[in-house]
């Protein structure tokens, strides 16, 4: 049982280390994490991204909808106004953009949309676009964290036996 224990561990700590990415020299752009809240169905877009300059200002992060500015947390940005109406972008921590997008009430969008996620940090600027249609993005919950990344998917299928294990001891 110990050695069965031991070489779990052992398997977890190389699953990690081998799933951290490797910075080359250039920065990744931010990763984009699409989700309905869970009550009113609004579009959340959470978009993580790398340090990439200490120099201020920044960061900076907006969004936009089919090449339409929606939200930012730039000053003096000019938004949409439909589309601003219906936006909140905020700087949820340090190197995490989010987009809480309101849906009409009664609606869902039959289109697909391409959402940009741009960020600004000193005098770098680095983007992602993703295709959405909301009847495919998931809800929000506290699962859909675990499956953000392919670090943490991998971590999640290398433990999940272990916790079964004990909760079955």
């Given at each position: ?18 799933g951290q ?9 931010p ?23 200490p120099?201020?200002p ?5 969004f936009?909808?089919?090449?339409k500015?929606?939200?930012s ?6 938004p949409?106004?439909?589309l ?9 921590d340090?190197?995490?953009?989010r987009?809480?997008y ?42 859909s964290?675990?499956?953000q ?5 991998l ?7 272990v ?7």
């Amino acid at each position: 049982m110990e050695l069965h224990l031991a070489a779990t561990v052992v398997s977890l700590l190389v699953a990690v280390a081998v799933g951290q990415p490797i910075n080359v020299g250039y920065p990744r752009g931010p990763q984009m994490y699409p989700c309905l809240t869970i009550i009113e169905r609004n579009l959340r877009l959470d978009c993580d991204f790398p340090r990439t300059s200490p120099v201020p200002p920044g960061p900076f992060c907006e969004f936009k909808q089919d090449g339409k500015l929606m939200g930012s947390t730039i000053p003096n940005a000019q938004p949409i106004p439909d589309l601003k109406r219906r936006s909140n972008v905020t700087l949820v921590d340090p190197y995490k953009c989010r987009l809480t997008y309101a849906r009409i009430q009664g609606s869902f969008d039959e289109k697909a949309y391409t959402y940009t996620c741009r960020v600004v940090q000193g005098t770098q600027a680095l983007e992602n676009s993703m295709a959405l249609h909301q009847r495919n993005v998931p809800i929000c919950s506290a699962l859909s964290v675990l499956f953000q990344g392919p670090t943490s998917l991998l971590l999640t299928a290398l433990t999940l036996p272990v916790i079964l294990r004990l909760l079955s001891a």
